[in-house]
């Protein structure tokens, strides 16, 4: 069975640091593919990044970098140079061999002025 | 990337009643999906809509009560029936490539009264 865990339920960074949220997953599938996701108070699901599991190197996207290492099953998201607008609930999903995406519980962040 | 549109955005339904939620896509996808999202909670996945076939459901989750159709690779519809309060949540579509980035509606906020 596949698995997501993000265990950070909240975070507080101040503007312009980077902030690390921190994602594990567990799976038996050789081929998969890990994601992140924004959600706003909005309630819209913003696609930031996707890393494959066969990719050579760590997924970037403007601010945001994806720490892939795949020996320890973490896929962590760095956001760097945090905003305000940056304040909003983080998740972390997987696909497996059944091409559905399995969410974490997600991590609110909020950015301090 | 696809461009996903749901509506509507949101609704308020009575006890009782049914609410179908559309979701349309602007590019041929192979993976469409629904999920609700509760109060506070993360993303559960429903349903995958097939095309052209019955949906796949989740553990939990039923035709009687979330009927979906499919008709084409662009367009697919969710309703809630026999609604009662605890229906009441964010609806999400999404839709990607099998093995690929998925996107996501901007959701479908219901509240049943």
């Known amino acids: 069975a596949q698995k997501i865990t993000q265990t950070q339920p909240g975070m507080f960074v101040q503007e312009k640091e980077a902030v690390t949220l921190d994602c594990t997953y567990d799976?038996?599938?050789?081929?998969?593919?890990l994601f992140w996701y924004k959600q706003p108070s909005s309630g819209e699901m913003i696609f930031l990044i996707y890393?494959?599991?066969?990719?050579?190197q760590n997924a970037t996207e403007g601010r945001y970098s994806l720490n892939f290492q795949k020996a320890r099953k973490s896929a962590n998201l760095v956001i760097s140079a945090s905003q305000l607008g940056d304040s909003a609930m983080y998740f972390c999903?997987?696909?497996?061999?059944?091409?559905?995406?399995?969410f974490g519980q997600g991590t609110t962040l909020q950015v301090k002025p | 990337s696809a461009v996903i549109s749901q509506k509507p955005s949101r609704d308020i339904c009575q006890r009782g009643t049914s609410l179908t939620i559309q979701c349309q896509v602007d590019?041929?996808?192979?993976?469409m999906f629904w999920y609700r999202q509760q109060p506070g909670q993360s993303l559960t996945l429903i349903a995958t809509?097939?095309?052209?076939?019955?949906?796949?459901?989740e553990s939990g989750f039923v035709i009687d009560k979330f009927p979906i159709s499919r008709p084409n690779l662009t367009f697919s519809t969710l309703t809630v029936s026999n609604l009662s309060p605890e229906d009441s949540s964010i609806y999400l579509c999404?839709?990607?490539?099998?093995?690929?980035?998925?996107?996501f509606g901007p959701g479908t906020r219901l509240t049943v009264t």
């Open positions: 999903a997987m696909w497996g061999n059944t091409g559905k995406l399995i």
């Open positions: 590019s041929q996808v192979t993976m």
């Open positions: 799976t038996s599938d050789p081929s998969y593919g």
């Open positions: 890393q494959g599991s066969y990719d050579q």
């Open positions: 999404s839709a990607g490539l099998w093995g690929g980035e998925q996107y």
């Open positions: 809509a097939n095309q052209g076939s019955e949906a796949t459901y």
